[in-house]
């Protein structure tokens, strides 16, 4: 078993939709969560990043960590065609070893205007 | 600029000839990785480095080396490279541990890698 799960989707919604991405996990060390967005032929680059549960609110995106459940998801609200990307949840033990993230696989999202 | 630089963008190479891929970051960040990814593996962890001369094995090691000899640079090795190695990596770089206290890992382009 995979310590992140990740549907990989693709996804493919209307313009002005919300999206629901999420990841599951498994090691319950985990205390740092993020979300990297990853477009066509780039390198990912964070846009959330949340400690422990709860939630948090940046613009038009919503992280939410629920620890309990080990399970934490993105929402994106008024989805834009500029949105579409691959998003990875990362996630990381501060307690464990100096080795850094633990990613997903990607959910593909295209955005359709 | 702040950036990750990777060379080459793309490679194609035949088994068993060594290759070098090299990273540098202009942003005198003490942390920097590699990293692959793979479809339906997402990004895995090859080495990392904590400060010069101080390196240690990711997830996925096996058939790579690395070295940091200056705090800029860090290139990956594939000393007799085979096909299973094909493909994309990933260089990164950031000031403190990715993920604690929301220091941000900068990525750099990727280097698509074909092992024929």
């Known amino acids: 078993q995979k310590e992140v799960e990740q549907d990989p989707g693709p996804l493919s919604v209307p313009e002005g939709a919300i999206v629901s991405l999420n990841c599951t996990y498994s090691?319950?060390?985990?205390?740092?969560f993020m979300w990297y967005r990853q477009y066509s032929r780039k390198g990912p680059e964070l846009l959330m990043y949340?400690?422990?549960?709860g939630n948090k609110e940046d613009g038009r995106f919503t992280a939410q960590v629920d620890k309990s459940s080990k399970y934490i998801s993105l929402f994106i609200r008024d989805s834009q065609p500029s949105d579409s990307a691959t998003y990875l949840c990362?996630?990381?033990?501060?307690?464990?070893?100096?080795?850094?993230?633990?990613f997903g696989s990607g959910t593909q999202l295209t955005v359709l205007p | 600029e702040a950036q990750v630089t990777q060379n080459p963008r793309y490679l194609i190479t035949v088994t068993g000839k060594k290759l070098t891929v090299t990273c540098s970051q202009n942003?005198?960040?003490?942390?920097m990785s590699w990293y692959r990814q793979d479809p339906g593996l997402g990004l895995r962890q090859i080495y990392y480095?904590?400060?010069?001369?101080?390196?240690d094995k990711g997830d996925v090691p096996e058939g790579y080396k690395v070295s940091r000899k200056e705090k800029r640079n860090f290139p990956l090795i594939l000393e007799s490279p085979s096909p299973n190695q094909t493909s994309l990596y990933f260089c990164?770089?950031?000031?403190?541990?990715?993920?604690?206290?929301?220091?941000?890992?900068?990525f750099g382009p990727g280097t698509r890698l074909l092992v024929l």
């Open positions: 990164a770089s950031s000031s403190g541990l990715a993920g604690w206290g929301g220091e941000t890992q900068y």
């Open positions: 090691n319950s060390a985990f205390q740092y």
């Open positions: 949340t400690y422990s549960s």
């Open positions: 990362a996630m990381s033990d501060p307690s464990g070893s100096a080795r850094q993230l633990t």
């Open positions: 942003m005198n960040h003490e942390y």
């Open positions: 480095s904590m400060n010069v001369e101080v390196t």
